[in-house]
Structures are given as structure tokens and as C-alpha cells.
């Protein structure tokens, strides 16, 4: 059974950090491009961050490069996002995603909240 379970949201102050997870299971972790989406209210889904399945990293957000940074942890089958300096702007509901385009597989997550309010 294919499960992708977020954790790690949180409500933080401007300036705190979080770091996210996501447990993967039912399927070949390493074989799929892993990303990080968020959806903030009244907006639509946007793609944060990305761990290719050969391991590269791209950060897909100009506004979050130097503060969130993407990585995973394939023994253990855990995605994470370290986000640092987080600001108001961040505050949405945080969603991990695994992606094989070749099989046409795509899986979520059922997401993270996270806000930042003082």
C-alpha cells in the first residue's frame, strides 16, 4: 500500500524554522522524483522544492532559496524540508509528492500545516 505520511508542521514565529517529513512506503522510494508543494489559502498548489531520483536538488521557489533546503534520506525512506528564516508568506499547507512520469505514477500526501504568525 502506497503511503505518504507529512509531519512537522507547526505554528512558529517570524524568523523560526521546522523541519518537515515525509515517510514513504509501498513503493521504490529512490526510483521517483520527490517534491515538496505548498497551497496557502485562496491560492493555487506550488511546486517548493524537488530530490530527483539521481539525488539532485533544486529549490523551485526564488523567494525560499537560502532558506529551505530539500533532502532525503533513502535507507530510511524520509523526505525532508529544513526551513529556516521562515516569514508569513510561508504559512500554507505543505504537501510531499512522489513522481515516476515514465509509469505515469503520482502519489501525495495528505499535508502538513504550517504557520508562521506572530
Known amino acids: 500500500q502506497v503511503q505518504l505520511v507529512e509531519s512537522g508542521g507547526a505554528v512558529v514565529p517570524p524568523g523560526g524554522s521546522l523541519t518537515l517529513s515525509c515517510v514513504v512506503s509501498g513503493f521504490a522510494f529512490n526510483r521517483y522524483d520527490l517534491h515538496w508543494y505548498r497551497q496557502s489559502s485562496g491560492s493555487e498548489r506550488e511546486l517548493v522544492a524537488t530530490v530527483t531520483n539521481t539525488g539532485r536538488r533544486i529549490t523551485e521557489i526564488e523567494s525560499v532559496k537560502g532558506r529551505f533546503t530539500v533532502s532525503r534520506d533513502v535507507p530510511k525512506k524520509i523526505l525532508y524540508l529544513q526551513m529556516n528564516d521562515l516569514k508569513p508568506e510561508d504559512t500554507a499547507v505543505y504537501y510531499c509528492?512522489?513522481?515516476?512520469?515514465?509509469?505515469?505514477?503520482?502519489?501525495w500526501g495528505q499535508g502538513t500545516q504550517v504557520t508562521v504568525s506572530s
Open positions: 509528492n512522489a513522481n515516476w512520469k515514465q509509469l505515469q505514477a503520482d502519489y
